[in-house]
Nanobody, 124 residues
């Protein structure tokens, strides 16, 4: 059964850090682009970061550059998102996605495999 499972979310104070994990199983996700999206309260789902199958081509939304780091070992099915210097604006449900998409794809509509999401809350 194809499955993406996120973990690592939680409550953190502003300026703190969290590390999210996404474990994929089932299909040959090792050859897929994997990405992180997030959806805040009352907001649309937005692209956060992605990695191609090798982990060498990574992309970030402008609002996370320098604070978040996506990582994935070559041909592995586990992806991580290290989030540092978090702010309340980063509060959202974070989703892992996978798909046969062009490297750098940022539209959530192009990804056809999704996890259930993990809540990240940044608050003092």
């Amino acid at each position: 059964q194809d499955q993406l499972v996120e973990s690592g979310g939680g409550l953190v104070q502003p300026g703190g850090s969290l590390r999210l994990s996404c474990e994929a199983s089932g299909q040959t996700f090792s050859t897929y682009t994997m990405a992180w999206f997030r959806q805040g309260p009352g907001k649309e789902r937005e692209f956060v970061a992605s990695s191609n199958w090798s982990g060498r081509a990574v992309y970030y939304a402008d609002f996370v550059k320098g604070r978040f780091t996506v990582s994935r070992a070559a041909a592995e099915t586990t992806m991580y998102l290290q989030m540092d210097n978090l702010t309340p604006a980063d509060t959202a449900v974070y989703y892992c996605a996978a798909g046969v998409v062009i490297s750098g794809e940022r539209s959530h509509e192009e990804f056809n495999h999704w996890g259930q999401g993990t809540q990240v809350t940044v608050s003092s």
